[in-house]
Protein backbone atom coordinates (compact mmCIF):
# COMPACT_ATOMS: atom_id res chain seq x y z
CA UNK A 1 0.00 0.00 0.00
CA UNK A 2 1.63 3.16 -0.91
CA UNK A 3 2.01 6.46 0.99
CA UNK A 4 -0.88 8.34 -0.32
CA UNK A 5 -3.42 5.63 0.11
CA UNK A 6 -2.33 4.78 3.28
CA UNK A 7 -3.16 9.11 4.20
CA UNK A 8 -6.43 8.50 2.67
CA UNK A 9 -7.44 5.35 4.40
CA UNK A 10 -5.88 6.94 7.61
CA UNK A 11 -8.72 9.84 7.36
CA UNK A 12 -11.32 7.77 6.41
CA UNK A 13 -10.73 5.70 9.44
CA UNK A 14 -10.93 8.94 11.80
CA UNK A 15 -13.66 10.51 10.38
CA UNK A 16 -15.49 7.21 10.58
CA UNK A 17 -14.37 7.89 14.60
CA UNK A 18 -15.03 11.00 14.91
CA UNK A 19 -18.60 10.31 13.71
CA UNK A 20 -19.20 6.87 15.77
CA UNK A 21 -18.48 9.36 18.89
CA UNK A 22 -20.28 11.47 17.71
CA UNK A 23 -23.54 9.43 17.20
CA UNK A 24 -22.97 7.96 20.82
CA UNK A 25 -23.12 11.30 22.55
CA UNK A 26 -26.05 12.41 20.57
CA UNK A 27 -28.14 8.97 21.51
CA UNK A 28 -26.63 9.18 25.04
CA UNK A 29 -27.74 13.03 25.81
CA UNK A 30 -30.64 12.17 24.16
CA UNK A 31 -31.57 9.00 26.27
CA UNK A 32 -31.10 11.45 29.04
CA UNK A 33 -33.01 13.82 28.15
CA UNK A 34 -35.65 11.27 27.85
CA UNK A 35 -36.14 9.96 31.25
CA UNK A 36 -35.03 13.18 33.31
CA UNK A 37 -36.90 16.62 33.81
CA UNK A 38 -35.12 19.07 36.01
CA UNK A 39 -37.81 21.57 37.75
CA UNK A 40 -36.04 23.97 35.75
CA UNK A 41 -37.16 22.34 31.97
CA UNK A 42 -40.48 21.46 33.16
CA UNK A 43 -43.60 22.34 31.61
CA UNK A 44 -45.91 23.56 34.93
CA UNK A 45 -49.68 23.97 35.27
CA UNK A 46 -51.02 26.48 32.54
CA UNK A 47 -54.30 26.23 34.48
CA UNK A 48 -56.37 25.86 38.01
CA UNK A 49 -59.24 24.32 38.25
CA UNK A 50 -61.48 27.34 39.51
CA UNK A 51 -60.59 28.10 35.56
CA UNK A 52 -63.72 25.63 34.66
CA UNK A 53 -65.68 26.51 37.95
CA UNK A 54 -64.22 23.57 39.68
CA UNK A 55 -64.15 23.95 43.78
CA UNK A 56 -61.05 22.14 44.83
CA UNK A 57 -58.16 21.41 47.13
CA UNK A 58 -54.38 21.98 47.12
CA UNK A 59 -52.86 18.42 48.22
CA UNK A 60 -49.48 17.52 48.91
CA UNK A 61 -48.16 14.06 50.01
CA UNK A 62 -44.90 12.19 50.70
CA UNK A 63 -44.09 9.17 48.50
CA UNK A 64 -42.67 6.32 50.35
CA UNK A 65 -39.05 7.77 48.73
CA UNK A 66 -40.04 11.23 50.86
CA UNK A 67 -40.28 12.95 47.43
CA UNK A 68 -43.24 15.34 47.52
CA UNK A 69 -46.11 14.81 45.00
CA UNK A 70 -48.28 17.50 44.24
CA UNK A 71 -51.82 17.43 43.43
CA UNK A 72 -55.73 18.34 43.02
CA UNK A 73 -58.56 16.91 44.51
CA UNK A 74 -62.42 17.87 43.32
CA UNK A 75 -64.92 16.93 46.33
CA UNK A 76 -67.70 14.03 45.07
CA UNK A 77 -71.57 14.42 45.20
CA UNK A 78 -71.87 10.30 44.97
CA UNK A 79 -69.24 8.82 46.83
CA UNK A 80 -67.37 7.45 43.50
CA UNK A 81 -64.07 9.34 42.37
CA UNK A 82 -61.85 9.28 39.64
CA UNK A 83 -58.17 9.29 40.10
CA UNK A 84 -56.52 11.00 36.89
CA UNK A 85 -53.15 10.68 35.65
CA UNK A 86 -51.80 12.64 32.91
CA UNK A 87 -49.10 12.03 30.32
CA UNK A 88 -45.24 12.08 29.70
CA UNK A 89 -43.51 14.98 31.06
CA UNK A 90 -47.36 16.85 31.02
CA UNK A 91 -49.51 18.30 34.04
CA UNK A 92 -52.26 17.61 35.97
CA UNK A 93 -53.83 20.84 33.80
CA UNK A 94 -54.11 18.98 30.94
CA UNK A 95 -57.23 16.61 32.55
CA UNK A 96 -59.19 19.44 33.74
CA UNK A 97 -61.31 18.74 30.98
CA UNK A 98 -62.11 15.49 31.96
CA UNK A 99 -62.12 16.61 35.28
CA UNK A 100 -65.39 18.84 34.67
CA UNK A 101 -66.97 16.40 33.19
CA UNK A 102 -66.59 13.96 35.79
CA UNK A 103 -67.49 16.78 38.06
CA UNK A 104 -70.82 17.46 36.22
CA UNK A 105 -71.80 13.81 36.62
CA UNK A 106 -71.19 13.77 40.33
CA UNK A 107 -67.92 12.17 40.11
CA UNK A 108 -64.80 13.09 42.81
CA UNK A 109 -61.48 13.69 40.99
CA UNK A 110 -58.38 13.62 41.83
CA UNK A 111 -55.97 15.25 39.43
CA UNK A 112 -52.19 13.28 40.44
CA UNK A 113 -48.55 13.91 39.46
CA UNK A 114 -45.70 11.62 39.14
CA UNK A 115 -42.46 12.37 40.26
CA UNK A 116 -40.20 14.20 37.87
CA UNK A 117 -43.50 15.81 36.50
CA UNK A 118 -45.13 18.80 37.51
CA UNK A 119 -44.33 20.69 40.60
CA UNK A 120 -43.61 16.89 42.15
CA UNK A 121 -40.24 16.68 43.32
CA UNK A 122 -37.32 14.28 41.86
CA UNK A 123 -36.04 14.10 38.47
CA UNK A 124 -35.74 10.53 36.66
CA UNK A 125 -38.71 8.98 35.03
CA UNK A 126 -38.90 5.38 35.52
CA UNK A 127 -41.46 4.67 33.07
CA UNK A 128 -43.85 3.60 35.66
CA UNK A 129 -40.88 1.14 37.94
CA UNK A 130 -40.68 3.88 40.74
CA UNK A 131 -43.87 5.55 39.61
CA UNK A 132 -45.95 2.95 41.24
CA UNK A 133 -45.11 4.54 44.67
CA UNK A 134 -46.11 7.52 43.60
CA UNK A 135 -50.22 6.38 42.53
CA UNK A 136 -50.19 4.16 45.58
CA UNK A 137 -49.44 6.85 47.70
CA UNK A 138 -52.17 8.62 46.01
CA UNK A 139 -54.34 5.86 46.88
CA UNK A 140 -53.65 5.76 50.53
CA UNK A 141 -53.93 9.50 50.61
CA UNK A 142 -57.60 9.07 49.31
CA UNK A 143 -58.21 6.11 52.03
CA UNK A 144 -57.72 8.86 54.92
CA UNK A 145 -61.25 10.90 53.25
CA UNK A 146 -64.56 10.43 55.09
CA UNK A 147 -66.37 11.55 51.51
CA UNK A 148 -65.60 8.90 49.26
CA UNK A 149 -66.72 5.56 48.98
CA UNK A 150 -63.28 2.96 49.13
CA UNK A 151 -65.15 0.41 46.84
CA UNK A 152 -65.97 3.07 43.97
CA UNK A 153 -62.82 4.19 42.98
CA UNK A 154 -61.78 4.64 39.53
CA UNK A 155 -58.72 5.45 37.31
CA UNK A 156 -58.34 6.92 34.21
CA UNK A 157 -54.70 7.79 32.42
CA UNK A 158 -53.67 9.42 29.18
CA UNK A 159 -51.19 7.75 27.11
CA UNK A 160 -47.86 7.43 29.48
CA UNK A 161 -50.48 8.24 32.20
CA UNK A 162 -53.03 5.23 30.94
CA UNK A 163 -50.18 2.77 31.07
CA UNK A 164 -49.18 3.77 34.62
CA UNK A 165 -53.24 3.49 35.62
CA UNK A 166 -52.95 -0.39 33.52
CA UNK A 167 -49.73 -0.75 35.77
CA UNK A 168 -51.12 0.29 39.00
CA UNK A 169 -55.09 -1.03 38.84
CA UNK A 170 -52.72 -4.74 38.08
CA UNK A 171 -51.05 -4.50 41.50
CA UNK A 172 -53.91 -2.49 43.14
CA UNK A 173 -57.22 -4.54 43.50
CA UNK A 174 -59.42 -1.94 45.13
CA UNK A 175 -59.22 0.04 41.49
CA UNK A 176 -62.74 -0.76 40.39
CA UNK A 177 -62.57 0.20 36.97
CA UNK A 178 -59.83 1.43 34.55
CA UNK A 179 -59.70 3.66 31.21
CA UNK A 180 -56.71 4.16 29.32
CA UNK A 181 -56.71 7.00 26.23
CA UNK A 182 -53.90 5.82 24.22
CA UNK A 183 -51.64 4.08 26.43
CA UNK A 184 -48.63 2.84 25.39
CA UNK A 185 -48.52 -0.92 24.96
CA UNK A 186 -44.77 -1.93 25.32
CA UNK A 187 -41.97 0.21 25.11
CA UNK A 188 -40.44 -2.31 22.80
CA UNK A 189 -43.82 -2.20 20.91
CA UNK A 190 -43.68 1.82 20.43
CA UNK A 191 -40.35 3.11 21.10
CA UNK A 192 -39.44 3.75 17.88
CA UNK A 193 -42.53 5.80 17.34
CA UNK A 194 -42.10 7.71 20.48
CA UNK A 195 -38.46 8.13 19.61
CA UNK A 196 -38.83 9.43 16.36
CA UNK A 197 -41.61 11.80 17.70
CA UNK A 198 -39.76 13.09 20.52
CA UNK A 199 -36.32 13.39 19.29
CA UNK A 200 -37.28 13.40 15.55
CA UNK A 201 -34.44 11.20 15.05
CA UNK A 202 -34.48 8.19 12.38
CA UNK A 203 -35.12 4.82 13.65
CA UNK A 204 -31.87 3.46 12.51
CA UNK A 205 -29.04 3.33 14.24
CA UNK A 206 -30.32 5.61 16.64
CA UNK A 207 -32.86 4.01 18.52
CA UNK A 208 -31.51 1.10 19.57
CA UNK A 209 -28.51 3.49 21.14
CA UNK A 210 -30.96 5.02 22.70
CA UNK A 211 -32.16 1.94 24.39
CA UNK A 212 -29.04 0.81 25.24
CA UNK A 213 -28.25 4.63 26.98
CA UNK A 214 -31.95 4.38 28.49
CA UNK A 215 -31.32 1.13 29.78
CA UNK A 216 -27.86 2.11 31.49
CA UNK A 217 -29.06 5.35 32.54
CA UNK A 218 -32.05 3.67 34.41
CA UNK A 219 -30.78 -0.11 35.32
CA UNK A 220 -34.16 -0.71 33.79
CA UNK A 221 -34.55 -3.50 30.83
CA UNK A 222 -36.66 -1.57 28.14
CA UNK A 223 -38.35 -4.62 27.32
CA UNK A 224 -39.57 -4.84 31.42
CA UNK A 225 -41.86 -2.06 30.63
CA UNK A 226 -44.96 -4.00 28.86
CA UNK A 227 -48.25 -3.23 29.58
CA UNK A 228 -49.33 -6.48 28.02
CA UNK A 229 -48.26 -8.14 30.65
CA UNK A 230 -50.51 -5.97 33.35
CA UNK A 231 -53.56 -5.77 31.50
CA UNK A 232 -54.92 -9.64 31.93
CA UNK A 233 -53.96 -8.87 35.55
CA UNK A 234 -57.18 -6.46 36.09
CA UNK A 235 -59.79 -8.92 34.79
CA UNK A 236 -62.62 -9.37 36.57
CA UNK A 237 -62.54 -5.78 36.99
CA UNK A 238 -63.32 -3.88 33.31
CA UNK A 239 -60.87 -1.63 30.84
CA UNK A 240 -61.92 0.97 28.39
CA UNK A 241 -59.32 1.72 26.24
CA UNK A 242 -59.34 3.82 23.72
CA UNK A 243 -56.60 4.56 20.20
CA UNK A 244 -56.47 6.68 17.66
CA UNK A 245 -55.23 5.55 14.08
CA UNK A 246 -53.39 8.52 13.34
CA UNK A 247 -51.44 8.28 16.39
CA UNK A 248 -47.79 9.48 15.70
CA UNK A 249 -46.56 9.57 19.87
CA UNK A 250 -47.22 5.79 20.19
CA UNK A 251 -47.53 2.71 17.66
CA UNK A 252 -51.11 2.83 16.43
CA UNK A 253 -51.36 -0.44 17.14
CA UNK A 254 -51.32 -0.62 20.81
CA UNK A 255 -54.81 -0.09 21.14
CA UNK A 256 -55.69 -3.27 19.76
CA UNK A 257 -52.66 -4.96 21.06
CA UNK A 258 -53.48 -3.86 24.71
CA UNK A 259 -57.49 -5.34 24.38
CA UNK A 260 -55.97 -9.01 22.79
CA UNK A 261 -53.99 -9.06 25.84
CA UNK A 262 -56.53 -7.98 28.07
CA UNK A 263 -59.07 -10.85 29.51
CA UNK A 264 -63.71 -9.85 30.14
CA UNK A 265 -65.28 -7.42 30.35
CA UNK A 266 -62.66 -5.23 28.36
CA UNK A 267 -63.44 -2.27 25.49
CA UNK A 268 -62.09 -0.69 22.50
CA UNK A 269 -62.70 2.37 21.05
CA UNK A 270 -60.84 2.78 18.15
CA UNK A 271 -60.99 5.43 15.94
CA UNK A 272 -58.81 5.27 12.80
CA UNK A 273 -58.62 9.22 11.95
CA UNK A 274 -58.07 10.65 15.30
CA UNK A 275 -54.53 11.13 16.71
CA UNK A 276 -52.90 11.05 20.08
CA UNK A 277 -55.37 11.31 22.86
CA UNK A 278 -57.68 13.20 20.79
CA UNK A 279 -60.84 11.88 21.68
CA UNK A 280 -61.87 14.24 24.17
CA UNK A 281 -62.14 17.04 21.87
CA UNK A 282 -62.59 15.89 18.61
CA UNK A 283 -65.02 13.21 19.91
CA UNK A 284 -66.06 15.51 23.17
CA UNK A 285 -69.63 14.37 23.63
CA UNK A 286 -69.38 10.71 22.50
CA UNK A 287 -66.38 10.63 24.49
CA UNK A 288 -68.70 11.45 27.38
CA UNK A 289 -71.56 9.54 26.67
CA UNK A 290 -69.53 6.15 26.44
CA UNK A 291 -67.08 7.00 29.73
CA UNK A 292 -69.91 7.97 32.04
CA UNK A 293 -71.86 5.28 31.22
CA UNK A 294 -68.43 3.04 31.47
CA UNK A 295 -67.87 4.71 34.99
CA UNK A 296 -71.42 4.61 35.78
CA UNK A 297 -71.91 0.89 35.44
CA UNK A 298 -68.92 -0.28 37.02
CA UNK A 299 -68.95 2.25 40.04
CA UNK A 300 -71.91 2.86 40.87
CA UNK A 301 -74.05 -0.09 39.35
CA UNK A 302 -76.40 1.83 37.13
Known amino acids: MNRNMKIVLGIVVGLLIIASAGILYQTRQEAINLLTAPMATRELPDELPDAYDLPFEDIAITNSDGM ?168 PRPVFLMQGGKDTVISPESGQILYDAANEPKELWYDPELGHVDFDTERAEEYEARVMAFFDQYLLGE
Open 68 to 235: KLYGWFIPSENGAVIIMQHGYKSTRSELLNEAQMMHRHGYGVLLTTVRAHDQSEGEDITLGYYEMADLEAWYQYLLTRDDIDSQKIGILGNSYGGMLSIQYASQNPNITAVVANCAFSSMSDTVATSVKHFTDLPEFPFVPLIVFWAETHTGIQMEAIDATKWIPLIS
